[in-house]
């Protein structure tokens, strides 16, 4: 099992950044791929973004292609999601994820506690 802590999120305006963090625990970081996830009130857990073990293969949701990137530093057991050009309907609770793939929250076998993202209009 893999112990995943979010941080960096907030409150900001529309067209503002925000920058979240995911540090993880244990030695096998860098064996796992990675993914962000978000869950707006009263909606289902939705994909983000995700990111091979060495960072080589990324991938997006539409809704976030071009404004969101996703990037890790296997030396600090962490992944980053940077988020750019922000829009209220990216308010939501945002989850890092482990030991999995795909863009199905099922796929995956450890989570974050979440961060959460607010976006004024």
């Known amino acids: 099992q893999v112990q995943l802590v979010e941080s960096g999120g907030g409150l900001v305006q529309a067209g503002e950044s925000l920058r979240l963090s995911c540090a993880a625990s244990?030695?096998?970081?860098?064996?796992?791929?990675m993914a962000w996830f978000r869950q707006a009130p009263g909606k289902e857990r939705e994909f983000v973004s995700r990111?091979?073990?060495?960072?080589?293969?990324?991938d997006y949701a539409d809704s976030v292609k071009g404004r969101f990137t996703i990037s890790r530093d296997n030396t600090k057991n962490t992944v980053y999601l940077q988020m750019n050009s922000l829009k209220p309907e990216d308010t939501a609770v945002y989850y890092c994820?482990?030991?999995?793939?795909?863009?199905?929250?099922?796929?995956?076998?450890?989570w974050g506690q979440g961060t959460q993202d607010t976006v004024s209009s």
């Open positions: 990111i091979t073990w060495n960072g080589g293969t990324t």
């Open positions: 244990g030695r096998t970081f860098s064996r796992y791929n």
């Open positions: 994820a482990v030991r999995g793939w795909g863009v199905a929250p099922s796929g995956y076998g450890d």
